[in-house]
């Protein structure tokens, strides 16, 4: 008896860009590959749109997406895990005193 091959889904890593839509965020997934005619590596870019639930990925951090069923006209993936976090920069408040 024959077994099925299990499909794998795809997966991409990049970096969150957007975190603006409700449940949606932009990864922006980088690579690098050689130009057809000239060979020189060329650094290429694409954003895709993934579903992010719980909404625990913040603006710039790494993360790995994979590819899932269409959730919305843009929406074909989902964040699987969040890889390295953004670094905080944000300025703590500091209570002047008077």
Aim: hydrophobic share 35%.
């Amino acid at each position: 008896m024959a077994e099925t091959p299990v499909k794998r889904r795809t997966e991409k890593v990049g970096q969150v860009v957007s975190t603006k839509m409700a449940k949606t965020i932009v990864v922006e997934v980088t690579r690098r590959v050689p130009h057809p005619l000239y060979k020189r590596i060329v650094t290429r870019r694409k954003k895709f749109y993934a579903h992010d639930e719980q909404g625990t990925a913040k603006l710039g951090d790494v993360v790995r997406i994979v590819e899932s069923r269409p959730l919305s006209r843009l929406k074909r993936w989902t964040l699987a895990e969040v890889i390295r976090r953004a670094a905080d920069t944000s300025v703590p408040q500091v209570e002047l005193e008077q």
